[in-house]
């Protein structure tokens, strides 16, 4: 027959189940941090990259309305394609860090000789460096005839 154990020597046994229990808890918090985390990270990087895309089109539309409206021109000379652009003013509150550039290039169209046909390219970008995981940058270019 075997002797019956006192209660006070299974009290050890609980301890270490219960240390066992917190290290498994508290390492499966940290994973769901993280994962959390990252998620939100990515989700932000998304944003502004719908951001940067939406102010690229935003620049497209004011260079067609330069060229487009008599009392804006000349907004693109003939031959001409200036090589740093228009910098549209700064975006208000937190997205003052988006920066969109428009040029234009104009030249005459060799088919009919006398209609210009416009080029629109729009650079936006947000973040200063290009080697940065949360830089966004679009290039959007558009040709018209007028």
Known sequence: M???Q???KQQGFALIAAIVLVVV???LAGFVASMVGGQSAGQQLERMSEVVDRAAQT???WGAYRVLTP???PACPAGSTAPAGVLLPALPGSLGAVSVRVRCARTTAAVTGDS???QITVTATFGANP???DYVERVK???FGR
């Open 71 to 73: 009392a804006a021109a």
């Open 131 to 133: 080697t940065s995981p």
């Open 141 to 143: 270019t558009v040709v």
């Open 116 to 118: 210009n046909v416009y």
């Open 6 to 8: 006192s209660p006070r």
């Open 2 to 4: 075997k002797p019956i």
């Open 59 to 61: 620049g497209v539309e």
């Open 25 to 27: 808890l508290a390492g």
